[in-house]
């Protein structure tokens, strides 16, 4: 896990909380993280949703002799002060089937017994950071909308969706079959504090078989929503009709906004929906555009 420590800028953690108000955040891996985590479930023989437990200590992810006291935000408004003690794995149901370094191989956990009762289903999404400080873990209001394009030689049927959007759209993904928006605020400049912005996106459906995930292309952008034209402030795709495993091809949404480095900036944590399953995607304002900092193996609710 030495390589944990320094994937980690800014001391945080991106998880969950289930529903026995168990918290877990995702270590990055580094080195051979992942190739022992699987060793180790292997050794434990053990069921689905079980928690295995590493021999090392979530003290080896901070500075030495650091307490490990964590401010936990959940994406309910809670702000906690917890001892996250354990580094721990999680025992998925297609564990035979697990890519050798697919994220979500250890997490941060408390310390305590672990019966086997997790559920993903009932988790709720949450972040931790390193030394404690208040944290505002702001959940973005359920706006995310999807419409159709119309028909070739028709009049497209979304007077919720203004031309503007659409023309922007059809620059970057021409001939999309789906388009999806979703405002947001969010702070890129402490002076200004939150402005508005929007997410769209674009999908190109497959002309054959609709479910050869191979044939979808995907692109996502966010821009100010007073100001459409110039450079977006972050661009995914076209992603070119890649497989269901490639990471570029999914539809983007933000879950939240969060300060996870304490600089008054906030990040942003966006679901990214693959054509099977998805991650979260944290974002972070470098001054000029949003960059990638991380992804997990965590879909939140």
Same mark, same amino acid.
């Given at each position: 896990?030495?390589?944990?420590?320094?994937?980690?800028?800014?001391?945080?953690?991106?998880?969950?909380?289930?529903?026995?108000?168990?918290?877990?955040?995702?270590?990055?891996?580094?080195?051979?993280?992942?190739?022992?985590?699987?060793?180790?479930?292997?050794?434990?023989?053990?069921?689905?949703?079980?928690?295995?437990?590493?021999?090392?200590?979530?003290?080896?992810?901070?500075?030495?002799?650091?307490?490990?006291?964590?401010?936990?935000?959940?994406?309910?408004?809670?702000?906690?002060?917890?001892?996250?003690?354990?580094?721990?794995?999680?025992?998925?149901?297609?564990?035979?089937?697990?890519?050798?370094?697919?994220?979500?191989?250890?997490?941060?956990?408390?310390?305590?017994?672990?019966?086997?009762?997790?559920?993903?289903?009932?988790?709720?999404?949450?972040?931790?950071?390193?030394?404690?400080?208040?944290?505002?873990?702001?959940?973005?209001?359920?706006?995310?909308?999807?419409?159709? @394009?119309?028909? $070739?030689?028709? =009049? /497209?049927?979304? #007077?919720?969706?203004?031309?503007?959007?659409?023309? %922007?759209?059809?620059? +970057?993904?021409?001939?999309?079959?789906?388009?999806?928006?979703?405002?947001?605020?969010?702070?890129?400049?402490?002076?200004?504090?939150?402005?508005?912005?929007?997410?769209?996106?674009?999908?190109?459906?497959?002309?054959?078989?609709?479910?050869?995930?191979?044939?979808?292309?995907?692109?996502?952008?966010?821009?100010?929503?007073?100001?459409?034209?110039?450079?977006?402030?972050?661009?995914?795709?076209?992603?070119?009709?890649?497989?269901?495993?490639?990471?570029? @091809?999914?539809? $983007?949404?933000? =879950? /939240?906004?969060? #300060?996870?480095?304490?600089?008054?900036?906030?990040? %942003?944590?966006?679901? +990214?929906?693959?054509?099977?399953?998805?991650?979260?995607?944290?974002?972070?304002?470098?001054?000029?555009?949003?960059?990638?900092?991380?992804?997990?193996?965590?879909?939140?609710?």
């Amino acid at each position: 896990m030495a390589g944990a420590l320094a994937q980690s800028p800014g001391r945080w953690w991106v998880g969950f909380i289930d529903a026995n108000d168990r918290a877990f955040f995702e270590i990055p891996p580094g080195g051979r993280d992942c190739v022992e985590r699987d060793a180790a479930v292997r050794r434990a023989a053990t069921s689905p949703a079980a928690v295995v437990a590493s021999s090392r200590s979530a003290g080896t992810l901070l500075p030495p002799g650091a307490r490990l006291n964590f401010t936990v935000a959940d994406i309910a408004g809670a702000n906690s002060e917890r001892v996250l003690t354990r580094v721990v794995a999680i025992v998925r149901e297609d564990e035979a089937h697990r890519p050798a370094l697919e994220p979500a191989c250890w997490y941060l956990a408390q310390a305590g017994e672990y019966p086997g009762t997790y559920r993903v289903a009932e988790d709720r999404l949450a972040v931790a950071v390193h030394p404690p400080r208040p944290v505002r873990l702001t959940a973005v209001d359920a706006t995310w909308r999807s419409m159709s @394009s119309a028909p $070739a030689g028709e =009049a /497209a049927a979304a #007077d919720d969706f203004p031309a503007a959007w659409q023309s %922007l759209l059809a620059q +970057a993904q021409p001939g999309a079959a789906l388009w999806h928006a979703q405002p947001f605020r969010a702070v890129r400049e402490v002076a200004r504090g939150a402005e508005p912005l929007l997410l769209l996106g674009a999908v190109v459906a497959p002309d054959g078989a609709p479910d050869n995930p191979a044939t979808y292309n995907t692109v996502n952008l966010i821009v100010r929503e007073a100001q459409l034209s110039g450079l977006p402030l972050y661009q995914s795709g076209p992603s070119g009709g890649r497989a269901r495993a490639a990471a570029e @091809s999914f539809v $983007a949404q933000v =879950a /939240a906004v969060v #300060d996870l480095d304490g600089d008054g900036v906030d990040e %942003l944590i966006v679901r +990214a929906r693959h054509y099977a399953g998805g991650a979260l995607r944290i974002l972070r304002w470098d001054g000029a555009r949003y960059v990638e900092v991380r992804r997990t193996g965590y879909e939140g609710e």
